[in-house]
């Protein structure tokens, strides 16, 4: 079994910042790709930034130059460094990971229980 955790949300005015991570526990081998999505009220879930187990990064271009996205492989943990947050960026931020459980079996795709930013004007 395999949990996502996520924390750091939160109340935020315009311009400032927030740090969110996802802790990624129980049966792990290893972990491809992890990424953060975010969804607003009425809208669809959409990719901010992904980062894959080289380092790769790709971020969405709403949020390039704001946000960095950064991973610790020992902690099996994610993060999202958002500065000059703007209030378009308010919505529920969701960690997703594609996790190796055991060497001998595929990857499966996991998700957060999703975390609130709230930016204010």
């Known amino acids: 079994q395999v949990q996502l955790v996520e924390s750091g949300g939160g109340l935020v005015q315009a311009g400032g910042s927030l740090r969110l991570s996802c802790a990624a526990s129980?049966?792990?081998?290893?972990?491809?790709?992890m990424a953060w999505y975010r969804q607003a009220p009425g809208t669809q879930r959409e990719l901010v930034a992904a980062?894959?187990?080289?380092?790769?990064?790709n971020y969405a271009d709403s949020v390039k130059g704001r946000f960095t996205i950064s991973r610790d492989n020992v902690k099996n943990t994610v993060y999202l460094q958002m500065n000059s947050l703007k209030p378009d960026d308010t919505a529920v931020y969701y960690c997703?990971?594609?996790?190796?459980?055991?060497?001998?079996?595929?990857?499966?795709?996991?998700w957060g229980q999703g975390t609130q930013v709230t930016v204010s004007s």
């Open positions: 997703n990971a594609e996790i190796m459980p055991s060497y001998l079996l595929p990857p499966n795709i996991y």
């Open positions: 129980g049966s792990i081998f290893s972990i491809n790709r």
């Open positions: 980062i894959i187990s080289g380092g790769s990064t």
